[in-house]
């Protein structure tokens, strides 16, 4: 079954070659199914071997045409990894660091998280994860459950100041 598998992924890693009009559209729809970061488009042309001048081009182009906007990455990024996968501040800053997204952009666009609905995930999580926890001492079940807070980014301080509430 691994054979199999290789074969097939060689087979769809073999270099097909495009014009620069096609690479250029292929960047395009890339870049309209879902937003992307520079990082991403950057990393999509590697697989057409392209000359840095049609880099440059290719890239100037998306940016114009505003197919290709970093704040409107972020802000995206941010609600999705927030509000669909209930991740914290701190988890989605280091996935976005990943992503070269400057610090500065990442705090501008925070204000894409509802500091109510920032607590009250919190809370949610929380009370969930707790309430799975048996055969454990109160204090212990809090201690698993603010780690596995913390594992899901959020703040040990923003944690605690919800639960002291």
């Given amino acids: 079954m691994e054979w199999a598998f290789c074969s097939f992924f060689f087979y769809d890693m073999e270099k097909k070659s495009f014009t620069f009009s096609e690479i250029k559209l292929k960047l395009v729809n890339y870049c309209v199914y879902q937003d992307r970061c520079h990082a991403e488009v950057e990393q999509k042309m590697k697989e057409f071997l392209l000359i840095d001048e049609a880099k440059e081009e290719i890239m100037l182009y998306l940016l114009k045409e505003n197919y290709l906007n970093e704040e409107r990455f972020t802000r995206s990024y941010i609600r999705g990894k927030f509000y669909i996968k209930h991740w914290g501040k701190t988890k989605i800053k280091i996935n976005l660091k990943q992503k070269q997204i400057s610090e500065k952009l990442i705090s501008k666009c925070f204000d894409e998280i509802d500091e ?50």
């Fill in 116 to 165: 109510d609905d920032y607590e009250k995930t919190i809370r949610k999580i929380y009370e969930d994860y707790s309430s799975k926890q048996k055969g454990l001492k109160e204090y212990q079940k809090k201690s698993k459950t603010i780690k596995y807070l913390m594992g899901r980014g959020f703040e040990y301080e923003k944690i605690i100041d919800i639960l002291d509430r």
